[in-house]
């Protein structure tokens, strides 16, 4: 039976799991069902680090705006953005900077609904209900177009969102076409789950995702690096998230290194 929460939109059938949900709640978030609980265990089970490398992950996501603002970027897009938390895109870079535009993109109903509320009033931010591996549909949706300038360089964020895109969907050839829409200059940040460091556990999480909404497909650096075809990576290159300027924030140095991570320019 589906849980009766006001912020819920119509329609959701709640006993079906997602990725945004469980990392919501792997992240400490509230908006998050007992399906996505009863998997997000199963995660921790067999990952005891499991709540680390989301916030891992979600750390390497702010420095990595920090970056891009200290770069001269001023409006991003953010892919798979899931649903908000502390911590936000818009929170992080309009704190600096007001004008700052963002436009966030999800397919997940419940994120899409959550992000409409907090945006309420916010005349520079916006979210698109939308699937990223069609890149034409998310560049042409007009909130994308009334807030992104696309003459100006863009900040992209794919961040934690490639792990669910399976190889018969190409990853790297959905970071490609967003890579050759984007505007000299921008510069694009990508994050991926792997399995390098710990196989064994990761093939588990496989397993517990594999009936959700979203299963998991980890990959190695050796597939990973590839995603940066056609750009500049800037230093420190590709690397474990908490390796990524830790300078720029809380990295949770010598913590888990289960996520790769880097950000490219376009030139």
């Not at 929460?5 to 119509?10: M, T």
């Not at 949706?141 to 794919?158: N, R």
């Not at 669910?164 to 967003?178: I, L």
């Not at 921008?186 to 009936?211: C, N, R, Y």
Request: some cysteine; glycine content about 10%; charged content about 20%.
């Amino acid at each position: 039976m589906a849980e009766p929460f006001s912020w819920v939109p119509a329609g959701i059938n709640t006993d079906v799991p997602s990725a945004a949900r469980v990392y919501d709640f792997l992240l400490g978030g509230g908006h998050n069902f007992a399906s996505d609980r009863m998997v997000g265990d199963k995660v921790l089970q067999v990952l005891r680090d499991g709540r680390a490398i989301a916030a891992s992950n979600r750390s390497f996501m702010r420095r990595a705006v920090l970056l891009m603002m200290e770069q001269g970027i001023t409006q991003f897009l953010d892919l798979g953005s899931g649903i908000p938390t502390v911590g936000n895109v818009h929170e992080i870079v309009q704190q600096a900077n007001p004008d700052a535009r963002v436009v966030y993109v999800d397919y997940d109903e419940v994120a899409v609904s959550h992000s409409q509320l907090i945006l309420e009033g916010n005349d520079n931010a916006g979210v698109v209900q939308a699937d990223m591996c069609r890149p034409d549909d998310v560049l042409s949706d007009p909130v994308v177009k009334g807030l992104i300038d696309f003459s100006q360089p863009v900040g992209l964020l794919m961040v934690a969102v490639l792990h669910f895109v399976s190889d018969e969907k190409g990853p790297a050839d959905v970071v490609a076409r967003y890579r050759d829409a984007m505007p000299p200059g921008s510069l694009i940040a990508l994050s991926h789950l792997t399995a390098d460091f710990k196989p064994q556990e990761m093939g588990a999480v496989v397993e517990a995702m594999k009936h959700s909404r979203d299963p998991m497909y980890f990959r190695s650096l050796g597939e990973f690096e590839p995603m940066f075809a056609g750009m500049e990576v800037l230093q420190p290159g590709v690397v474990s998230a908490p390796q990524w300027h830790p300078e720029l924030g809380p990295a949770g140095e010598g913590g888990p290194a289960d996520v790769y991570v880097g950000i490219a320019r376009k030139d």
